[in-house]
C-alpha cells in the first residue's frame, strides 16, 4: 500500500504564501530555508532503503543490530558529524525460535508471534483447552480454577487513533496479561495482536514478568486469526495444540551518538530515534524511519553550516538508541550515562514514516516563546500547534525527561501505524516519500531553532 | 480491513424505484421477490463461515476437500435440495512442504510460497547466483548461458483491474515462466506474487510443466519482497540459499451436485462455485464465497417453491466443483461426464465476495430476450448490463460451454480481489455482508428467470 497523504503540490501552495513576512530576521528565517531545503529534496528515503536493505531488522544485542550501528556511524561519517561514538550496556537477549498452533482437530494453523521475554513450551509443544475471554478486565476477574493448566486466550482489541493512544490504552493487555496469566497458573498466554491491521502477520512485543514470577509461553495472534479462535470458542470447546521456543541469553546492544558542535561549550539539544527492531519485518516504521529523519535532518543542517560557516550556539546531537523494543533499555542507560550532561531539549522520531501534524512541548515557561517560533516555522507543513506544555517526548526520551531536560514532540499521524508495527509488513513499501520528507523539514528547522536559542528549556 | 462498497442505505434507495412497473406479470416478479428476499436477508454469510471456520482450507485430494463434500452434502439436504450427488475423478496431487529463502550474507529471509506442480530442490537446498529480470518477455529473451544454473528472478507485475483482467493478461509469467526455465537450465525460477497487495503474504498457484520437461522449484515471492530483491539485483550480483520440498502423488477428488427439480424433465440450468481451495488461506474469497452464493442462492428459490408451490420449468442444479486450482480438474471432468445431458445455461460464481457491477450472455441469439428480462431485474442491484454475448463463464463452466452449454457471467467487482488470492490473507474477515448479499439475490433471480423460461440457450 501506497498512501499520499500530503501531496508535494498542496505543500508548495501553503509554502507560497507570504506566512513569515513579519518573522524577525535570521535564524527564523534560516529555520524556513532548512524546512525548505528538505523538502526539495533530502537524504531520508536513501539512507532509509540502504539501511533496511543491506542490514534488515536489527533485534536488539544481535549482531544483526550491531551491524546496525557500524552502518550508522559510516553515515554520520559520511555526513560529517563529529565525535561519533558508541556507548555500550548489557541487556537480557530474547530470541524467538519456533512458535506453531493449531487447533485440534481442525485443519486451522494460526498465524502467532512469541511475545519478547516470554517463555518456551516443551519441545514437543503442548496441548490443553483454550480459556477465552473477551478482554483483560474478564480474565483478571476470572477464577485461578478457570485457568489453571489451560491456554488462554485474550480478545482484548484497540482502536485506530490518529495519535496511537489506543496503544496506550489497551497496552496492558500485552504487558501485563501474560504475567497475571502466569500467576493464575495457565498453561500458556495468546493474546489478540495490539494491531488494526486483518493480515495473517501477527504483532509481536515485550511482555514482563515480575521477579520471582517464572514466564509462561506468550504469543500474539493475527487478527483474523483471533477473530477465528473467538468465533470457535463462542461455537463449542476448544482444544490448542501449541510450540513456542524462544531463548534469552545475556547480550550487550549500545547507542551510537554524532554531533554538530554548538559554538558554546555545554549545552546540547538531542534529536534521534532507534536503531534496534524487531525481527519479523524490516524495522521500517519502527524505527528506521526514526533514524533516517534524524541523520537527514541533521545532514540538512550540517550542509547550511557548511555552506554558510554559520553554526548554532549549542551542540545538536542525534542519539539512535539501542535495545529500545526490550523496554527502552538504551534509553535508560543513555539517561543515567548523561545524567550530569547539560542536555536542554531532547526529542525522538518514533512513530513511523507518516506526516507530522502537531508540535507541542515540555519546557521551562522561560522557553514557551522558542515553541510558539517553531510553530510559525512549522504551520506551512500542516503541523498544529498543541501547547499544552505535557509532551512526552518519544519512549527514549521518557527517562531524560525525567532527569529534567526539556521535551519536544512533533507528533506522527499513526492512522495507519499500527497496521505494520511490529510485524513482517514492517517493510519499506509501506514509505510515502512525501511524508517522511515532511518529518525531515520539521525536525531541521525546529532543531535549528533550539539550538541557536539561549532560553532556558530545562524543567529542572 | 472491512470495506462496504455498496451501503444497504442505497441499495434501499435504488429499489424503492419503481423500475419494474411495465415488466410482464409473473416470472419477472417473482424474480424480484426473489431478488428483494435475498437482500433482506439469506444464508450465504453463515454458510461460508461455517465451511471455512469448521472445515478451513479445502486442498484438492486431501482429506481436507473431502470434508469440504461431506460439509456441502449435508447443507444441500438442509436446505431441501434433492438428487444429491457425489461424482470422483483422479488427480495428481501436490503438497507443498517447507519452503525457504534467504540472500546469502543478509538476514532477509524472503515471504516465499511453492507454486503448484513445482518441483524440489534436494534436502540441504540450493544455493546459487540470482539472474534478474523485469519481465517474462526479458526472461524468454534472455541466452540460455546467462539462466543456466541459476535461481531466476521474474519481477513481471500486474496490475489492479476491476473486471480482473491483468490476472489473464499477466497470468504468463506464473503459467509458463517456470516451465521456461526448466527448458533454459535454470536450477528455479522465482516470480513476483500474482497480486496487487503489499503484506508479507505471497500468492501461490498452478503452475505447469509440458510432458518431457522435468518440473523445477519455482516459487511466488510476495510483493514487498520481490522489490526488496529486485534493489539488491540493481546493486550488485545477489546469492540465494533456496529451500523447496513439494510432493505429488496420485489421488481423488469429486464434484458435489444438487438440484431442484423441474416440471419438464430434461433440461438444466447449472450454477456454482468450486469447493477446493489453496491451503495458505482459508478458502473464503476462492471461492467459498461461490459455494455460499450458490447455495444460498437456490436455498433462496426453494423457500419460495415451498411456500407457493410454484416450481420452475427447468431442473436448477448446484455444481460444486472440485480440484479447480490444480487445472480445472473437476470442471473438465463434469463437462465430459454430462456431455450428452441438455444442460442449457451455466454460471460460476469465483470471483470473491464483492458485488456484481456487469451481467453478459453467451446464448443462442434466441435466447437474448431472457437476458434483457435478467438486465431489468437485476438493474436496481446496480447491476449494468453488457450484451457482448461473448461471455466465458467462470474457469469450471469453460469446458461445458465448449460443449455448447449456453453461458452467464455476473461479473464481480475484483478490484481487492487480488489482495488476498491464493494468499494466508483470504479469510472470513475480508466479507462485506451486504455485498455478498447483493450476490445471492442476483444469482437467485437470475437463475429463477433462465429456469422458467423456454427460449434455447445452447449455442451448438
Known sequence: MRLTVLPLAAIGIMLAQPALAQAPAGRIETAA??????????????LLAHLTDTVGQRLAGTE????????????????????IREEAFPLTMWERGQARATIVGSNHSLAVAALGTSGATPAAGITAPVACFANLAAF??????????????????MSVTQDGSSYGVNGAVRRAGPALGAQKGAAAVLIRSLGTDHHRNPHTGSTSFPAGVTPIPALALALPDAELLARRCTAGPVQMQLLSTPTSRPGQSANVTAEIPGTVPGEVVVLGGHLDSWDLGQGVFDDGAGVAISLAAAATIKAHV??????????IRVVLWGAEEFGLIGGRAYAAAHKDEQIVLAGESDAGADRIFQIDSRVA????PLFAEMAGVLAPLGIDAAPTNKAGGGPDVGPLAATGVGVIDLSQDM?????????????????????????????AAAMWLAATDDRPLRTK
Chains 1, 2 share one sequence.
Do not use: C, S
Not at 530555508?33 to 536513501?46: I, Q
Not at 492512522?415 to 525536525?443: C, E, G, I, M, S
Open 64 to 83: 544483526a543490530e550491531a551491524r546496525g550501528r557500524a552502518w550508522a556511524k559510516a553515515q554520520m561519517a559520511q555526513l560529517g558529524l563529529v565525535n
Open 306 to 315: 557548511d555552506a554558510t560557516g554559520q553554526r548554532p550556539r549549542r551542540t
Open 33 to 46: 530555508k532548512l524546512r525548505d531545503a528538505a523538502l526539495a529534496g533530502n537524504k531520508a528515503y536513501g
Open 415 to 443: 492512522t495507519r501505524y499500527f497496521d505494520v508495527h511490529h510485524t513482517p509488513d514492517d517493510t519499506l513499501d509501506k514509505v510515502d516519500r512525501a511524508q517522511l520528507d515532511q518529518n525531515v523539514a520539521a525536525w
Open 140 to 157: 483478571r476477574a476470572a477464577p485461578d480454577a478457570a485457568v489453571k493448566g489451560r491456554i488462554v486466550f485474550i480478545d482484548h482489541r
Open 365 to 368: 515557561e522561560a522557553g514557551l
